[in-house]
């Protein structure tokens, strides 16, 4: 079933205005948890305490403020916020259009459907063809709940896919970090590591990528309304050592296996199981299955 639409607007370029309603693209299907009173079972409230006094503060007592530093606030008045407040457009401004693949995946962040509104089915196709020929991404400007946000619109089969974009002042800077040098790699390594690439390709298949975890939390859940143990998805055997590996060794263990058609059990990554792989296709929109 259709989501109710979250935005209606339209995308302006030029001096088309094509009407579209925004209707999220992703779920949230892991299970929600309260925190509970252990001793009842009963629903925990929050308050809000004001530090100093130690004593639960009502709303209209609360004020926004902004600390410049340690301790030392300055107060933002409602005129203060809509002083600085843009003004409200239910329009998406396209920018420019740009090669898509030039755009680095660390911006993309919320993918929507962009969805014709009534009149607007004729330009929109011609749109998401201009861009799926072009190879191009329109990028722009959008008010959404107030704020304003970079984003990004790219054709997905007979959709487009307008996704939210983080500005460049957002990411953190690459020299903040140090990485190892190309120097640091041994060229047998590398190309073991390739042959190890090449048996474990495969054509990209979103089904067969499933969440073990959330399935393992549901059966918990489900048993436990039962009154009897769980039946859980054994876990991936922790290969995780407190030593620097053999590298060598370990990619002609991971060889071996692979040729052999059984299973390997890699190290676990701690980036294992991130959001958002940059693992992109030309036209078509990041971080959608």
């Given amino acids: 079933m259709a989501s109710r639409a979250l935005w209606t607007g339209s995308i302006a370029f030029g001096l088309v205005n094509i009407p579209i309603e925004l209707h999220r693209a992703i779920r949230e299907t892991r299970p929600r948890f309260r925190l509970l009173h252990a001793k009842d079972k009963s629903p925990v409230r929050f308050e809000r305490v004001c530090e100093r006094e130690d004593r639960a503060v009502a709303w209209g007592e609360v004020v926004k403020g902004y600390e410049y530093v340690k301790g030392k606030f300055v107060v933002l008045t409602p005129e203060d916020m809509k002083r600085a407040a843009l003004e409200k457009t239910r329009t998406l401004d396209i920018l420019n259009f740009v090669p898509g693949d030039d755009i680095d995946d660390r911006f993309f962040e919320t993918p929507y459907y962009a969805v014709p509104g009534k009149g607007g089915e004729r330009a929109y196709v011609v749109l998401r063809e201009a861009l799926r020929e072009s190879g191009k991404t329109g990028v722009g400007k959008i008010m959404l709940r ?63 990528y499933k969440d073990e975890y959330e399935a393992n939390l549901l059966r918990v859940i489900r048993a436990k309304l039962k009154g009897t143990a769980p039946r859980l ?45 940059p693992t992109t296709r030309k036209g078509s929109p990041r971080k959608i299955a």
Avoid: C
């Fill in 146 to 208: 107030e704020t304003q946000h970079l984003a990004a619109l790219e054709p997905m089969g007979e959709a487009l896919v307008l996704t939210m974009m983080r500005f460049p002042n957002e990411l953190a800077d690459l020299s903040d970090f140090r990485f190892p040098a190309t120097a640091a790699q041994r060229p047998k390594e590398v190309q073991m590591a390739k042959a190890l690439i090449d048996q474990l390709s495969a054509k990209w298949s979103p089904d067969k």
């Fill in 233 to 277: 998805k054994d876990e991936l055997p922790d290969t995780r050592h407190g030593k620097v590996v053999d590298l060598m060794e370990r990619l002609q263990q991971s060889l071996a296996g692979s040729r052999s058609g059984r299973r390997v059990s890699a190290p676990r990554s701690p980036r294992a199981g991130r959001r958002g792989s």
